[in-house]
């Protein structure tokens, strides 16, 4: 059983996010009591789940704002106004404008604003960790976050099945995007062997991938996992050249696959189509924050709910100004958590979760969209790179002697 000291040490972690912190941290639970399952075609429809929602994101906004406003708190502004979140603030601020010539203006305003609404939450979690503990007190704020969305995904599937391999693959993009934080982190404790394990099991290539582009952050972690990491690639080389690379690949990355194709990438291809189309009859503005995405996509048959890639998710939207922006926030925040304000000692993880939240916006539902599928963790693991560069660069005077091991 777990004991009543630790019970009171993880709600004292939890509290150090404040009041947004607690909100975010709801959030899996409000989604688990209330999501249910209808036909993608309703996703403009307003019942009572959506009415949920719609309070939820009105509330996060509000203490938001209000936690963000603090006289005495200059932190959440500076990550609006010298990091990345400029240019994806600047995106969703151009999405709430295309509700203009949106196909559907009340949808493009609510999930424009819902994007807002969660980002403005995030930052203002970020800021009140590193106010109220330091960089080791966010890092572990991040595994509890994490570990509860686990949770709660895991009890959502319950509801349907047993089968433990299901099971484990309900996190494929919360848990795969802090893959190498809680690789990296020191001590370990229970949750990050349950991240880790979410991780490998997740069976989504798109993960695979960015997890093994992220394999580079080893080089600016320890030395021993460098050495490790040079050993395994060494190992990984001399197998391919024995098998050859394409039965590699085939087994590996597109083992549930056919072949290794653009036409293997579960209708990827298909949808790509779409927002080229899109872009070449409307590069202006698209056609309206999100709800050009269905509009269009349903038009073609196409049973998805949007781009499935960031880029493709702005083009359909927001057009060659979106596309603009969106190019601008990833080429920033490539820059960013390269950065020498990074602290050393968190740089590795940083840079092993950018890589493989950049793979979930190219392959999955991220960022660019609405909040759902991969945007959660995406977009939180992009506010916690730029508050870290933030305090690296402005407030590396906070004094980090309130974290606890």
Known sequence: MISREK??????????????????????????IIARRRDPSAYASVDASAVVFILYAAICFFFAAKELNHKEKTFGRDLFIHTPLLWISLYTALGVVSMVWSVNLQLTGFRAFECMSMTMLMAAVVQNLFYHGGCKTVLRWTMLYVTVDIIFS?????????????????????ATTFFYMVLFQSPKRWWNYLIMIMSIFSMSTVAYIGMALGSVSTFFGQKRYRTAVILAFMILGTVIAVIGPYKFIKDTVFFDKQSISIHETTGRDKIMEVALEALKERPGGGYGFFSGEPYLLYSKHLAAINGHNS??????????????????????????????????????SLIGCFCVSFLQSMGNPGIGSRVFGGWMPTMFATVLIC???????????????????
Not at 156 to 171: G, H, I, K
Not at 389 to 405: A, F, H, M
């Open 387 to 405: 508050g870290f560069y933030v305090y690296g660069k402005y407030y590396d005077e906070i004094n980090e002697t309130n974290d606890e091991e």
């Open 311 to 348: 880029l493709f998710s702005a083009a359909i939207g927001l057009g060659v100004p979106g596309i603009v922006l969106m190019v601008l926030f990833f080429l920033t925040m490539m820059k960013t958590v390269f950065s020498r304000y990074i602290p050393p000692e968190y740089r590795a």
């Open 7 to 32: 019970i009171q040490s993880l709600y004292k972690l939890a509290a150090m996010g404040g009041g947004c912190g607690l909100l975010l941290l709801v959030r899996p639970l409000i989604y688990t």
């Open 154 to 174: 895991m009890v959502r599937a319950l509801s349907y099945t047993t089968n433990v391999m299901t099971l484990l693959q309900t996190s494929q993009m919360m």
